[in-house]
């Protein structure tokens, strides 16, 4: 079946603009994940969703990050006055439930340039 | 707050050596315990993984034991192959109820034949 996709996988834009990153979880998958992933270094928690509802958004750096996941589906990552240290790969991960018994399919995630 | 501390790469092995990666780490109450794999051009895939003390998790001839007595849960293999090259990270979910895992900074194996 499918895995967890993400769109677009390169997006390269400028300093103060807005993007928008999207993720196609696995069907059926209740819960959902972000994380960055900078040059170097793991991926870090951003924010997971329990169906349409943030349960942790405890990772996002400021209030420039946003997410959201109206149906309970796809979810859109939104950065507002991008910074060129936003650049990193953001992942996304799906999982039938939350909780640590539940393992996390990852996509192949979005690589973000901020000039 | 909680941290995974693995050991740096990348690391360089020949086909058939012995591979042991160190991962320790710091968690509030009782973790779970992850081993992540990352070949190149893929997405991170689930390696094993381990939910309480002295269990240990398995996969396609990698093991890691959970030791809540030294906090650490070390990736081991007896044989490597040249497709083993990828990165490796370790991880944990904190029994603490945070939701997100917590990763280390990886290590990038790399298998000579």
């Known amino acids: 079946g499918a895995g967890v996709s993400q769109t677009p996988s390169n997006k390269v834009t400028e300093k103060g603009k807005y993007v928008e990153l999207r993720c196609d979880p696995i069907?059926?998958?209740?819960?959902l994940y972000w994380y960055r992933q900078s040059l170097g270094q793991g991926p870090e928690f951003l924010i997971y969703f329990q169906g349409t509802g943030a349960a942790d958004d405890s990772g996002l750096p400021n209030d420039r990050f946003f997410a959201v996941r109206p149906e309970g589906s796809v979810s859109t990552l939104k950065i507002q006055r991008t910074e060129r240290g936003d650049s990193a790969v953001y992942l996304c991960?799906?999982?039938?439930?939350?909780?640590?018994?539940?393992?996390?399919?990852f996509g192949p995630g979005t690589r973000l340039t901020v000039l | 707050g909680d941290s995974v501390t693995q050991m740096e790469g990348p690391v360089t092995l020949s086909e058939e050596a012995f591979l042991t990666i160190n991962c320790t780490y710091t968690a509030t109450g009782y973790p779970s315990l992850f081993w992540y794999v990352q070949y190149p051009g893929e997405g991170l895939q689930l390696l094993l993984k381990a939910t309480k003390a002295d269990d240990k998790g398995s996969n396609k001839g990698f093991e890691a034991t959970y030791r809540k007595e030294t906090t650490s849960f070390h990736l081991e293999k007896g044989s490597v192959q040249v497709s083993d090259s990828a990165v490796y990270f370790c991880a944990l979910l904190s029994g603490g109820g945070a939701d997100g895992l917590t990763f280390g900074k990886g290590t990038h194996l790399i298998i000579q034949p």
């Open positions: 991960a799906s999982s039938p439930r939350g909780g640590g018994y539940n393992e996390q399919f």
């Open positions: 069907s059926g998958h209740t819960a």
